[in-house]
């Protein structure tokens, strides 16, 4: 069963940083792409950041390019976000997923829980 675990949200201040971490056991984490997704209230659900199998290769949404940055560590199954320049606009539940296979181009197949982060004004 691969579970995909969150954590490293909370409460920060308009132009703070923060790091999120997601936790993978279940599967060869080294094996598939991993990403990043966002989802305000009333929004659908965007992809943010994505990172492909190696770290070799990552793609950003235009509204967080050159203020977050997506990395993995194999040997620890884990995949980061760190984001800084924090806008309110970042507020929003950040999930977790795991690629079906190396690429971000297939898509995503399983999903964590999501943590909150909220920016304050």
């Known amino acids: 069963q691969v579970q995909l675990v969150e954590s490293g949200g909370g409460l920060v201040q308009t132009g703070g940083s923060l790091r999120l971490s997601c936790a993978v056991s279940?599967?060869?984490?080294?094996?598939?792409?991993m990403g990043w997704f966002r989802q305000a209230p009333g929004k659908e659900r965007e992809l943010i950041a994505a990172?492909?199998?190696?770290?070799?290769?990552?793609t950003y949404a235009d509204s967080v390019k050159g203020r977050f940055t997506i990395s993995r560590d194999n040997a620890k199954n884990t995949v980061y976000l760190r984001m800084n320049s924090l806008k309110p606009e970042d507020t929003a539940d950040y999930l977790c997923?795991?690629?079906?296979?190396?690429?971000?181009?297939?898509?995503?197949?399983?999903w964590g829980q999501g943590t909150q982060v909220t920016v304050s004004s």
């Open positions: 997923a795991a690629g079906k296979n190396s690429s971000w181009y297939r898509g995503f197949g399983y």
């Open positions: 279940g599967r060869t984490f080294s094996s598939y792409a």
């Open positions: 990172i492909n199998w190696s770290g070799g290769s990552t």
